[in-house]
């Protein structure tokens, strides 16, 4: 069982930053795929960032603007959210795969956190 606990949501406005970090349990996180999707009210749960190993991948809406990262010694995933827009505003979720090396479909995870609110104002 892996368990991965969320934290750094709140409320900023537009233009502004936060960073998500998601601490997980496990004595292999370097072995997992970790990822990042969000969730806004009415929408459906849509994908982020992933980082497997050293490799990152994005969404095209937060390319250049988010960077995903991993320190392996803290068993912690963080996510760097830089020129935040509203339409950012969602609750975002991590999630751990012990299974697959790719990381952009929620299909591909097998464990995920309760979530932190993000909330931008314009």
């Known amino acids: 069982q892996v368990q991965l606990v969320e934290s750094g949501g709140g409320l900023v406005q537009a233009g502004g930053s936060l960073r998500l970090s998601c601490a997980a349990s496990g004595r292999t996180f370097r072995s997992y795929t970790m990822g990042w999707f969000r969730q806004a009210p009415g929408k459906e749960r849509e994908f982020v960032a992933h980082i497997s190993g050293d490799t990152t991948y994005y969404a095209d809406s937060v390319k250049g603007r988010f960077t995903v990262s991993r320190d392996n010694a803290k068993n912690t995933m963080y996510l760097q959210m830089n020129s935040l827009k509203p339409e950012d505003t969602a609750k975002y979720y991590c999630?751990?795969?012990?299974?697959?090396?790719?990381?952009?479909?929620?299909?591909?995870?097998?464990?995920w956190g309760q979530g932190t609110q993000v909330t931008v104002s314009s």
């Open positions: 999630a751990a795969s012990t299974f697959s090396p790719y990381g952009s479909s929620a299909v591909d995870y097998n464990y």
